[in-house]
T-cell receptor
């Protein structure tokens, strides 16, 4: 089955700096890659996703890049703010074979004011 | 967020007891899922269901059971066979998109979670 590895497990940045979180996946047939943000004590919420027919997607300060050949994808947050502090999870799935998401183990991002 | 609910928010269980966690959605979503979250780990899939009266085991199904008698409901029972049940349990749902005969699934929406503690 699919295996997703996520790095780093913790990341601390100064407000205004950029943050990058990286994930690798094992199944070359995976074609859907969402990123979720989970604030302390709350439910995960989708912040951005990418499908394998594109290499990059951007939404304001958040961007995701995908390298299908190397089987890795990354989350980029620019101009970080204290409210970006949370745990971020990447995930991968093969949409057409059902809806199973395999999650990475999460990155605790701390943005210091 | 209000479209998928879980109850109770906190649940305490004595060893040897079965407990059932509720998950309800009014989003008309086809698929529903149960995940377990432990500190420092990602979300691990317990069971999922793509249609009513059908469900599949996830990666850690041992000691758990589910039913899907209604589209909007997907309860999870934690049985006494689950040796380490203390965790945060998250339910999710997603809509199934039919594209030219191929089924695909969109974003998963999560409930607020149930924190289960074994006493």
């Amino acid at each position: 089955g699919e295996n997703v590895e996520q790095h780093p497990s913790t990341l601390s940045v100064q407000e205004g700096d950029s943050a990058v979180i990286k994930c690798t996946y094992s199944d070359s047939a995976s074609n859907y890659f969402p990123w979720y943000k989970q604030e302390l004590g709350k439910r995960p919420q989708l912040i951005i996703d990418i499908r394998s027919n594109v290499g990059e997607k951007k939404d304001q300060r958040i961007a995701v890049t995908l390298n299908k050949t190397a089987k890795h994808f990354s989350l980029h947050i620019t101009e970080t703010q204290p409210e970006d502090s949370a745990v971020y999870f990447c995930a991968a799935s093969k949409e057409t074979s059902g809806s199973r998401l395999t999650f990475g183990e999460g990155t605790q991002l701390t943005v210091n004011p | 967020d209000g479209g998928i609910t879980q109850s109770p928010k906190y649940l305490f269980r004595k060893e040897g007891q079965n407990v059932t966690l509720s998950c309800e959605q009014n989003l008309n979503h086809d698929a529903m899922y149960w995940y377990r979250q432990d500190p420092g780990q990602g979300l691990r899939l317990i069971y999922y269901s793509q249609i009513v009266n059908d469900f599949q085991k996830g990666d850690i199904a041992e000691g758990y059971s589910v039913s899907r008698e209604k589209k909007e409901s997907f309860p999870l029972t934690v049985t006494s066979a689950q040796k380490n049940p203390t965790a945060f349990y998250l339910c999710a749902s997603s809509i199934r998109l039919g594209l030219a005969g191929v089924s695909s699934y969109n974003e998963q929406f999560f409930g607020p979670g149930t924190r289960l503690t074994v006493l």
